[in-house]
Structure formats: structure tokens, C-alpha cells
């Protein structure tokens, strides 16, 4: 029997604010690896994201988590947000944020226990933040906030990793080890899908990439996307016929 | 006790007090989600509500007015809702239509109707607190105390990043719902006692407050109730002094004073604090500019003990700021008097190098590095002296290549730990 996707999206279009930022995309991930979503700015990475999580309703096709639909897996996934939608005056500390991770679990009324908070701390000694644990996360420099949210996400313990432009305004250092943490991650067979710019080092992170420019301009092995043709396609500008008939259609669709 | 409840002191107490926990637990909330305004807007949304209820059941059942202007509030809000998904009006802008176009309705009924009671809606009057509504207060704010204590961590999740929430398989929309109803009971309870404008005291004063002693939501809570509890006490107590002095505003003005108590002498980034912390800084600015004006003369001068008057002219200081200064060098054993004026020691002639180096290799740096003009580099090194730290200073040396003369010629002193590791 044929191994059911991680992640499934079928023709899958979406608008926001009457813009199309996805049109026909159509893509599946394995189970165990390493994936790369690439695109210049604007061409629908994070809208993908949020299609996946559920948080961005599409216009027409489908998106499925482990071969069910979003609504009912969505508790497999956990998420990395950019660093920008996160208010980082929220009275929180790093312990806080990492404890969030664990309340998955945990009926609403039950108070967390010695076992989540031993959860959390594992996580943030696996990303070398234990130390930081009673401070305030608005006091954390770039890259130790990103690291406390991949905290979060590790004392989650989920099947899939969605992660949103995590290496921007973080040091050379810190992605190694993020990266590092994201290998251990698909050694326990983890799949982990991650927006990211930086063509060079894409090359080096990543077994899968996908580059999306409103569609899939490709998807695959790593070193077979990585041509110039492909990169052309997708940072030479929106295909301008695509993008008309598109916004055309999400238009007149919600008139 | 009873008894006591039923006298008017009493019952404010009482009123004061649920209204100070209820406020305060609501209000920690309001103001980590950013919804202050939000709570305004409620508090003028209901009036209809509130209205419609009074003329609804006679004899103004506190229950049925509850009702309506929690019914009232929910509506304001799906309204803002619509408003701003429809129009992509900002929250402000549509919070201010919405608000207006509500409390405006509420006017006009109240001048074609004249309902009774409503005047406390308005102006708040906690002496009109009846029995039956300490009771509804008693319990909303048990209702209140018992879904945060219990559902903390969920709100807590929502409010921090309601994407995560949902993952976690959380109702976000159910979650916000709820506290939205429990928000709405808070302003309605406490409009009675403080009037329509005068909750946002109640809800955002303890909060804010609270702000200031932690960085914990969960401590906060907690200093949010104390805060909300006192300053609510306080107004009353202070509204019961003499006879006509308002409850609602004086609650308003306790709880102001006690915010500014808070901004003062609150261990978070207290004004007291950071004043404090400013006035050490200028003080050792002004005692380096004076080590390094010192050490200078006597490098120029080539002698180790100066007059104090040959300094003042030299800084432009009178000689009583001198004194001052050396004095406090004397304290700190950077300095030694004699007879004809100080001398420095040998730990002052070090700080005093240390800066007069860290001066001379930022000059020589914005000249060869930043490509700054020789007549340029004096002022802003003035600056930069005091703020290069001792990692810094090594990075630079190294970067210039250990460099021995200045742009104007004058020797640069020897690094500390150079000079020892020969």
C-alpha cells in the first residue's frame, strides 16, 4: 500500500482581501523530511501555511494532514510563527511560551503538572535556552526568540513542523543550531516544511524544495529544482496572464 | 455582618470590593489583548441595553437589565465586527462609529422614555446599589474569579497567539466569546457603581498597574485584584469622609494614584528607578571628562600634582565643581590631595589613560575606517569615550593595528593588558 502524505494540497486556490494568493497548487510531502518553500515576496508562502493549518479558508481544492482534512489533524501540526506577528510585550516568560507547547493534551480545567513542565524544560534544553527560562520574551534578542518558539513547538511533539521565515534577523550561529535541531527532528521522522529565502544555503538545509510563485513552479529533489529556469520562473515577476485571470476570477466569484 | 452589609457603608463596601476583583481580573486581560478601547466602546454600547431593560420590568429587575445590555453589548460587537471585515475600517475608527452610534440611541431613549434608575447607569451612584444588585455582583464576580482561575491557561493561549491555540485543538472563537460575555457583565456591574466613562478605570487603572510590579500574566492577576480591591476601598472610604463627595470619580482618582505609585517605585523600569540610574551616569561621565582633562595637563605639563585652579580653566568648570569632583576621586581612591592641589593615583592615572586611549583610537578609527575629516573626529569622541567598553577598545586596537600616535600627533596610552604582558 502507498504511504499516505503528510501533507496533501489538491488544485488548492485562496484569496485574501479579494487577491488570489494561491492558485492551483498542487503538492504532497512524505513522511522524514527536511522541505524548503521558496518565493519571492508576496507569492503566497505564508497564505500556503495558513491554508494548512486552517486558518486561511480556500476558494476551491482541498488540503489534507495525514490523509484527513485540516479540521480534524490539525492537532498534528505545530507552527512557527514569523517573527513579526508575534507581540513580544505580552507578559510572557520563556518558560511560559515553552509550557504552551504541552497544553495539547491537557483538559482545559487541569492545572499543568511536574510532567508538561519537564517537557518544556527538555525542549528548551534542546534548543540551548534553559538557562533563559524566567525571562520575559520581549527581552530576548532575534535569534532567542525564534529558538524559544521552536521550543514550543518541540514540547509539542508533533508529526509536522511548519515554520515561517524563521531564520530572518538571526545570526549565523543560531541557524546552524536551528538547522541541527531540524535534523534530529526528520531523524525521528518528522517532516518539516520551512519558508525560507536564501537560495545558497537552501542547498545545504533542505532534501525537498518548493518554490511557489502563486502556483507550484516546482517542486522536487533539491538539486533538480534549483535550476535557473525555475528560479527565473519564479522570481522574474508574476506571470502577469495567471495573475489577471486569477484575480478576475476570486472577484467575480465573491461579487 | 449582615446588618453591616445592609447599611449604605456597607453595601459600597461590599460593592467596592467585588468590583475591585471582578475589574481587575477582567482588566489584566483587556490590556494584554490590546482591547482598552474595546472596553470603552462596551461600556458606552450598552446603554440601550440598559435602558431597554429598566423599561421593560418594572421596578428595574437588576437581572433583566443585565440581560439586555449584555444582549446590547453582543450586538455592538458583532456590528464592529462586520464593520471591520466589510470596510477594512481600523479597529479605532470602527470602535469610535460603533460606540457613538450606540451610546446616541441610548440618549434618545432615555429623553423620549425618562425611565427611572437610570441616572446611576449613567453617573454611577453606588449608594443606589440595592441588595438584589450586591447579589447579581456577588455572583458575576464568582463567575469571573472561577473561569479565570480555571481557564487561565486557556485564555492565556488564545490571547498570546490564537493560531497556536487552534492547533492546540482549543476554540479560539468559543474561548473569546465567553470572555467578551464576561467582559460585558464586568462594565454593566461596574457602570452601576462608576458610571458610563469612569469604568475604563476600573478595568484598565488595576492592569496597568499591575504592569509595572510584573512580567507575568499570572502575577499580574493577582496584582490587578490587589490594586483594583484597594483603590476601589479607598474611594469609597474617602467618598464617606463628608457628605456629597461622589463615589465613582474619587474610585477613578484612588486607583490613578495608586498607577502612578506603581509607575514610580515599581521594581519594572520604575521612573524613580531609571531617574536614578541617569543621575549615576552623568555623574561618572563628569568624573572621567575630569580624570582624563587632568591626566592631559599633566602628561602636557609633564608634572604629577595640579592646582585646581589651573584645572577649572582648563575645563571651564568652577573651581567649587572641582572640588567636588576631586573629591569624590579622593573617595574612590583615584586621587590624592596635597599641598599645592591633587595628585592621582596610581589606579587614577590608569582610568585615566584607559579613556584618554579609548578617545585617541576612536578618532584615529572614524578617520581611517568611517573617512571622517581630522578637524571632525574631536566632538564625537568626547561621546564615544565613555560608552567603549573593554572588549570593545580590544577589538578596535586590533582592527587599527595596535596604533601608537593619534590623528593630532599625541601618543596613544598602552592598553592595560598589553603593558602588563610585556
Known amino acids: 500500500m502507498k504511504e499516505v502524505p503528510v501533507l496533501e494540497a489538491h488544485d488548492l486556490c485562496a484569496s485574501y482581501r479579494r487577491r488570489p494568493v494561491l492558485h492551483g497548487v498542487d503538492v504532497a510531502l512524505p513522511k522524514g ?77 487541569r492545572r499543568a503538572g511536574a510532567q508538561e513542565r519537564g517537557r518544556a524544560m527538555e525542549a528548551l534544553d534542546r534548543v540551548g535556552m534553559a538557562s533563559f527560562a524566567r525571562q520575559p520574551i520581549g527581552e530576548l534578542s532575534g535569534g532567542q526568540q525564534q529558538r524559544v518558539f521552536l521550543a514550543r513547538a518541540l514540547a509539542q511533539d508533533s508529526e509536522l513542523l511548519l515554520m515561517d521565515e524563521p531564520f530572518a534577523g538571526v545570526d549565523a550561529a543560531t541557524e546552524e543550531s536551528i538547522v541541527d535541531v531540524l535534523r534530529e527532528l526528520r531523524s525521528a521522522g518528522r517532516t518539516v516544511l520551512v519558508v525560507h529565502h536564501d537560495l545558497q544555503t537552501a542547498r545545504r538545509y533542505f532534501d525537498l524544495l518548493m518554490i511557489l510563485n502563486l502556483r507550484v513552479v516546482a517542486f522536487g529533489a533539491t538539486e533538480e529544482v534549483l535550476t535557473s529556469g525555475n528560479l527565473d520562473a519564479a522570481y522574474g515577476g508574476r506571470l502577469t496572464l495567471l495573475n489577471e485571470v486569477a484575480s478576475r476570477s476570486v472577484v467575480g466569484g465573491k461579487m | 455582618m449582615i446588618e453591616w452589609l445592609h447599611t449604605a457603608a456597607g453595601t459600597a463596601m461590599t460593592a467596592a470590593f467585588l468590583l475591585g476583583i471582578s475589574g481587575g481580573l477582567t482588566g489584566v486581560f483587556v490590556v494584554s489583548r490590546r482591547m482598552a478601547l474595546t472596553g470603552d466602546m462596551l461600556s458606552h454600547a450598552v446603554l440601550p441595553g440598559v435602558v431597554g431593560g429598566i423599561l421593560w420590568g418594572p421596578g428595574r429587575h437588576p437581572l433583566v437589565v443585565l440581560g439586555c445590555a449584555v444582549v446590547a453589548g453582543l450586538v455592538a460587537a458583532g456590528l464592529l465586527m462586520a464593520l471591520m471585515r466589510s470596510t477594512r475600517l481600523k479597529s479605532d475608527a470602527a ?43 456577588a455572583c458575576s464576580s464568582g463567575v469571573v474569579v472561577l473561569g479565570v482561575i480555571f481557564g487561565f491557561r486557556v485564555l492565556l493561549v488564545s490571547s498570546f497567539d490564537p493560531q497556536h491555540a487552534r492547533l492546540l485543538g482549543i476554540p479560539v472563537g468559543w474561548v473569546d ?19 458610563v466613562v469612569l469604568v475604563s478605570a476600573l478595568l484598565v487603572t488595576p492592569a496597568i498597574a499591575a504592569a509595572r510590579m510584573s512580567r507575568r500574566l499570572v502575577s499580574q492577576a493577582w496584582w490587578a485584584c490587589g490594586f483594583g480591591v484597594a483603590g476601589a476601598l479607598v474611594g469609597v472610604w474617602l467618598s464617606l469622609l463628608r457628605p456629597g463627595l461622589p463615589t465613582g470619580p474619587l474610585m477613578a482618582l484612588s486607583l490613578a494614584v495608586l498607577f502612578v505609585a506603581a509607575a514610580l517605585f515599581g521594581p519594572r523600569d520604575g521612573l524613580l528607578q531609571r531617574g536614578l540610574g541617569r543621575m549615576r551616569q552623568r555623574r561618572r561621565i563628569d568624573t572621567e571628562n575630569l580624570l582624563k582633562s587632568a591626566w592631559v595637563l599633566m602628561e602636557e605639563r609633564a608634572c604629577s600634582e595640579l592646582a585646581i585652579d589651573i584645572l577649572a580653566e582648563r575645563v571651564g568648570v568652577s573651581r567649587k565643581g572641582i572640588r567636588r569632583c576631586v573629591a569624590s576621586l579622593v573617595r574612590e581612591c ?49 561621546r564615544a569615550e565613555h560608552w567603549i567598553s573593554g572588549e570593545m577598545e580590544q577589538g578596535l586596537a586590533k582592527m587599527l593595528n595596535h596604533p601608537d600616535v593619534d590623528p593630532h600627533g599625541s601618543i596613544i596610552p598602552r592598553g592595560v593588558e598589553r603593558e602588563e604582558g610585556r
Not at chain 1, 488540503?63 to 484527513?68: I, S, T
Not at chain 2, 466569546?177 to 458610571?195: E, H, K, P, T, Y
Request: with cysteine.
Open chain 1, 33 to 109: 523530511v527536511l522541505v524548503g518553500l521558496l518565493g519571492p515576496n508576496g507569492a503566497g508562502k505564508s497564505s500556503f501555511l495558513k491554508a494548512v493549518m486552517g486558518e486561511l479558508k480556500p476558494d476551491s481544492g482541498w488540503v489534507k494532514l495525514f490523509g484527513e482534512p485540516v479540521s480534524r489533524a490539525r492537532h498534528r501540526v505545530a507552527y512557527v510563527p514569523q517573527r513579526e506577528s508575534v507581540d513580544w510585550d505580552f507578559p510572557v516568560t520563556v518558560a511560559d511560551v515553552a509550557m504552551m507547547g504541552t497544553y495539547g493534551g491537557l483538559a482545559w480545567w
Open chain 2, 334 to 382: 583615584d586621587a590624592e590631595l596635597v599641598e599645592s592641589g591633587f595628585s592621582l593615583t596610581p589606579s587614577g592615572r590608569r582610568r585615566a589613560s584607559e579613556i584618554v586611549r579609548r578617545h585617541r583610537l576612536w578618532e584615529l578609527y572614524l578617520m581611517r575606517r568611517a573617512d571622517y575629516a581630522a578637524d571632525h573626529v574631536h566632538d564625537d569622541a568626547e
Open chain 2, 177 to 195: 466569546r465567553c470572555f467578551f460575555i464576561a467582559l460585558s457583565v464586568s462594565v454593566v456591574v461596574a457602570m452601576q457603581a462608576v458610571g
Open chain 2, 95 to 137: 470602535l469610535g462609529i460603533v460606540l457613538s452610534v450606540f451610546f446616541a440611541l441610548g440618549l434618545a431613549m432615555i429623553s423620549k422614555w425618562k425611565p427611572g434608575g437610570v441616572q446611576a447607569y449613567l453617573f454611577g451612584q453606588a449608594a443606589a446599589i440595592s441588595s438584589g444588585d450586591l447579589i447579581l455582583l
